[in-house]
T-cell receptor, first 113, second 109 residues
Framework: NAGVMQNPRHLVRRRGQEARLRCSPM?????VYWYRQLPEEGLKFMVY????????ESGMPKERFSAEFPKEGPSILRIQQVVRGDSAAYFC???????????FGSGTRLTVV | DAKTTQPTSMDCAEGRAANLPCNHS???????VYWYRQIHSQGPQYIIH???NNETNEMASLIITEDRKSSTLILPHATLRDTAVYYC??????????FGTGTRLQVFP
C-alpha cells in the first residue's frame, strides 16, 4: 500500500507562471489536507478537502491559490501567477477518518525564480 | 483548539529513553492529543494519539495525566534517527491540525 504520493518533488517556476502540485492520497483515504512550510518556519494549514468538496479553506490565501479533489484523480493545489514569496515546501496529508492520524507525503519543493 | 506548550529543545543520549513533555492546560473533554515529528525537511510523521488513557504503539508511548492538562511522549530507546522536531497538538477534529514550533530533539552518540 503506497503512501501519500506527491509530485513533482521539486518544481521551479518563473514569476508569473502557474504551479500545479498533485497529491494522491493513500488507498481508502477520502480526507486530504494541504500544508505549507516556508523556509525555517513551521507548518501552516491551508485547506481540507473531501471528495469533490472543500471543507475548510481558512488557511488559503484569498487570491491566486485554489485546491480541488475531484471524484477521480489526485488532489490538485494550484497557484497562479507565482511570486517569490510562494517558494516553500507544500505537504499533502490524507486520512481515512477525521479522528485518525494523518499520513503525510514527502512534499513538493516549489522554487520561484 | 487548545494551545500547547513544549520546550524548545532537548538532548538525549542514544539508547536512553527520551521523555518529551507537553502542557495543554486548556484542553477540553473531547479533545485528543496528537504527536507528530518531522525529521529534517521530510514530511511530518504521525506517531501516536490519545484521549484519556495512556497509549502505546511500536514507535512510542503516550502518557496523559489524569486531569489531562499535560502529557509526555516517551521514546523508550532513542536512536540517532529519532533526531527530529516533535509536535504536540490538541484537537477535537483533525480537520485543521495546528502545528506549533515543537521540541527539537537531538539524540547524541
Amino acid at each position: 500500500n503506497a503512501g501519500v504520493m506527491q509530485n513533482p518533488r521539486h518544481l521551479v517556476r518563473r514569476r508569473g507562471q502557474e504551479a500545479r502540485l498533485r497529491c494522491s492520497p493513500m488507498k481508502g483515504h477520502s480526507h486530504v489536507y494541504w500544508y505549507r512550510q516556508l523556509p525555517e518556519e513551521g507548518l501552516k494549514f491551508m485547506v481540507y478537502l473531501q471528495k469533490e468538496n472543500i471543507i475548510d479553506e481558512s488557511g488559503m490565501p484569498k487570491e491566486r491559490f485554489s485546491a480541488e479533489f475531484p471524484k477521480e484523480g489526485p488532489s490538485i493545489l494550484r497557484i497562479q501567477q507565482v511570486v517569490r514569496g510562494d517558494s516553500a515546501a507544500y505537504f499533502c496529508a490524507s486520512s481515512r477518518d477525521t479522528r485518525d492520524g494523518y499520513t503525510f507525503g514527502s512534499g513538493t519543493r516549489l522554487t520561484v525564480v | 483548539d487548545a494551545k500547547t506548550t513544549q520546550p524548545t529543545s532537548m538532548d538525549c543520549a542514544e539508547g536512553r529513553a527520551a521523555n518529551l513533555p507537553c502542557n495543554h492546560s486548556t484542553i477540553s473533554g473531547n479533545e485528543y492529543v496528537y504527536w507528530y515529528r518531522q525529521i529534517h525537511s521530510q514530511g511530518p510523521q504521525y506517531i501516536i494519539h490519545g484521549l484519556k488513557n495512556n497509549e502505546t504503539n511500536e514507535m512510542a508511548s503516550l502518557i496523559i495525566t489524569e486531569d489531562r492538562k499535560s502529557s509526555t511522549l516517551i521514546l523508550p530507546h532513542a536512536t540517532l534517527r529519532d533526531t527530529a522536531v516533535y509536535y504536540c497538538i490538541v484537537s477535537y477534529d483533525t480537520d485543521k491540525l495546528i502545528f506549533g514550533t515543537g521540541t527539537r530533539l537531538q539524540v547524541f552518540p
